[in-house]
């Protein structure tokens, strides 16, 4: 990883921070899956049923099956969202935000900034883990997030504006998060 500081900011930050990262790439590949799913609609639809039905059923279901799982995957990282508040950072993926992350701020170590994350060095697109690494999710190649946690683990978010995002992070780590466990 580059040795990169983006300059700190010492004006106040909003309450929150919101970045995104899109693959488009990623609806090409969900056609695909929806191409199998159809395949496999046709076949149980067209098809007679009277003779080798358990290859037939096998086919409809593989179809069926494996178009769910390329959709799902696909869906899940067409983009990644990352919000930031005064308590914590949440990562969000795809539509329907699963997988989901949360992470309080007081896991959090440090932040910096990496110009060149890319899907080949964690293994493709996705939420990745790599012992060598920590934890990732690569949606896209370009810009991130390193979080260094205080466990010694790294995550890392491709987001569009992550210096940005360091710098509201930074800020945040140096205010403190407040203690939750202390009553008035």
Aim: charged content about 20%; some cysteine.
């Amino acid at each position: 990883m580059r040795d990169h500081h983006p300059r700190e900011e010492t004006a106040p930050h909003p309450d929150e921070w919101h970045g995104r990262a899109t693959n488009r790439f990623q609806w090409l590949l969900a056609l695909v899956g929806a191409a199998c799913v159809a395949l496999g609609i046709e076949l149980a639809v067209v098809s007679a049923w009277t003779s080798a039905i358990a290859p037939l059923a096998m086919s409809v279901v593989g179809c069926i099956a494996a178009g769910m799982l390329v959709l799902f995957g696909t869906l899940a990282f067409v983009h990644v969202d990352l919000r930031l508040d005064r308590e914590s950072l949440e990562v969000r993926c795809g539509h329907i935000g699963l997988p989901r992350r949360r992470i309080p701020l007081s896991h959090v170590a440090g932040a910096d900034f990496e110009p060149h994350v890319t899907p080949r060095h964690w293994g493709g697109w996705g939420y990745r883990w790599r012992p060598d690494k920590g934890t990732a999710v690569v949606v896209r190649r370009g810009e991130g997030v390193v979080l260094r946690l205080w466990d010694g683990h790294t995550f890392t978010i491709t987001v569009d504006d992550a210096e940005s995002a360091v710098r509201v992070i930074r800020a945040r780590l140096r205010q403190g998060t407040p203690d939750v466990t202390k009553s008035p």
